[in-house]
């Protein structure tokens, strides 16, 4: 019995069936509206004066630029703001721009406070004085020398 060369038909997939429209009052924040009114009033960028020069900082706070500072990457973070040229420009600037100055900047700006990193953990308390000998005994040193001595 010879076999028939003819391929057989591939069932065409179905389409994915359309999302049903959500009513709006679903939503407690509607960031598509927020992008959308931004957009119409053209999201002006922020004038900056800053080493004598002006500085155009864009209008939205770039979420990433968290992760920049927390990641102590500044630079980084100046340059995702103002782009790569400006951004070296920016940091060119003597004498540099310090860390509060920078916390200023974008509080002023985005109305975002970077804060200070992390305080150390305390120390733990100290319960009571020394604390007590497990044994009476002592030992004896091995070495013949003192603990703690330099060697000479």
């Given at each position: 019995?010879a076999?028939?060369?003819t391929?057989?038909?591939?069932?065409?997939?179905e389409p994915e069936?359309?999302?049903?429209?959500?009513?709006e009052?679903t939503?407690?924040?509607?960031?598509?509206a927020?992008?959308a009114a931004?957009?119409?009033t053209?999201?002006?960028p922020?004038?900056?004066?800053?080493?004598g020069?002006a500085?155009?900082?864009?209008?939205d706070f770039?979420?990433?630029l968290?992760?920049?500072?927390?990641?102590?990457l500044?630079?980084?973070a100046?340059?995702l703001?103002?782009?790569?040229e400006?951004?070296?420009?920016?940091?060119?600037?003597?004498?540099?721009?310090?860390?509060?100055?920078f916390?200023?900047?974008?509080s002023?700006?985005y109305?975002?406070?970077?804060?200070?990193?992390?305080?150390?953990?305390?120390p733990?308390?100290v319960?009571?004085?020394?604390?007590?000998?497990?044994?009476?005994?002592?030992?004896?040193?091995?070495s013949?020398r003192?603990a703690?001595?330099?060697?000479?």
């Amino acid at each position: 019995m010879a076999l028939d060369p003819t391929p057989l038909p591939v069932p065409e997939p179905e389409p994915e069936p359309e999302p049903e429209p959500v009513e709006e009052a679903t939503f407690d924040v509607d960031l598509d509206a927020y992008r959308a009114a931004q957009a119409e009033t053209g999201g002006k960028p922020r004038r900056v004066r800053y080493g004598g020069q002006a500085w155009e900082f864009p209008p939205d706070f770039p979420v990433e630029l968290g992760d920049h500072v927390l990641a102590g990457l500044f630079g980084a973070a100046v340059r995702l703001l103002l782009g790569e040229e400006q951004g070296d420009r920016f940091l060119a600037v003597r004498p540099p721009m310090a860390f509060g100055e920078f916390t200023h900047l974008t509080s002023r700006l985005y109305g975002v406070d970077l804060g200070e990193s992390h305080a150390s953990p305390e120390p733990s308390t100290v319960i009571s004085g020394r604390s007590r000998p497990t044994s009476k005994g002592t030992t004896s040193s091995t070495s013949g020398r003192r603990a703690g001595a330099a060697k000479r």
